[in-house]
């Protein structure tokens, strides 16, 4: 189980059940469920059964249970190819479509896992099979995973909506420290010569650590042991906007918002490239 940073308990499950209230308002305004998500393949009504299903699925791991998931998940797989498999099979187990009623089904859904891991120390290994055969996250961390995946869905329906959709500082800290766990998962085969890069990793207000690449192994450090070629000094929110694929770094670096720094800091500009999207 990968635990770089440490992610209070409490703190992920307060903001789980704040974000997802936030997300059930959104939807219940959305309108058509069959309109497209803007820079998605899927529709309104789609991306609101896949954020209840993923409700589902850490409730289930929470609970020891992943028998009705297996048959979703495929046997082999880079991890973008198997999340992207995971996510369109899995969209079977929620048929509702209908974006007011997904809004009420996300806010039951949320109150079922902060139910189920009411009592579990934060630190407890939950099994994530859908991330990788052997994957695991702690009960802390995978609660605060769930509110990245409200969060960046959340971002998807208002954008298309045009609707306002802020994103607190907090809560972008709070999921970056769930992120450092993900980060050896994520990361993409290695090309053939490529170079060894340590990473240090700012962001601003916290938190701080090192991401180690080795021969297309990645670490995490939760403090810096040794020099990094390149450290990136980043607002929370523009990280994981970009971390997760919803923006690109060049705005945020016109911005100031990522900064690059230290013996070689053009190594940044490929920082994002080396990680599929979590």
Partial sequence: MLTPLAIGHEESRQALAAVTLRTGELLRSAGDGAAPVKGSNWTLGEVGAHMAVALVAFTLAAQGDTDVLAPYIPPTGNFAERLRVVTSNTLALEPQRDPRALGDLIERRAEDFLSATADRPGDQAVATPWYGERAHLSVATATAMLVGEQLMHGYDIARTMRAPWPIGR???????????????????PAPAGGADSRYDIRIRGGPRFVVQLDEGKVTVEPSPSEAACCYISAEPVAFL?????????????????????????????????????P
């Fill in 241 to 277: 906007l970009v971390a997760y694929g919803r923006v690109n770094q060049w705005a945020p670096m016109a911005k100031g918002r990522l900064v690059a720094g230290g013996r070689r800091p053009w190594r940044a500009l490929r920082f994002k490239d080396l990680f599929f999207n």
């Fill in 170 to 188: 907090h809560e972008a800290r709070l999921v970056i420290r769930a992120l450092t766990s993900m980060l050896p998962l994520v990361a993409k």
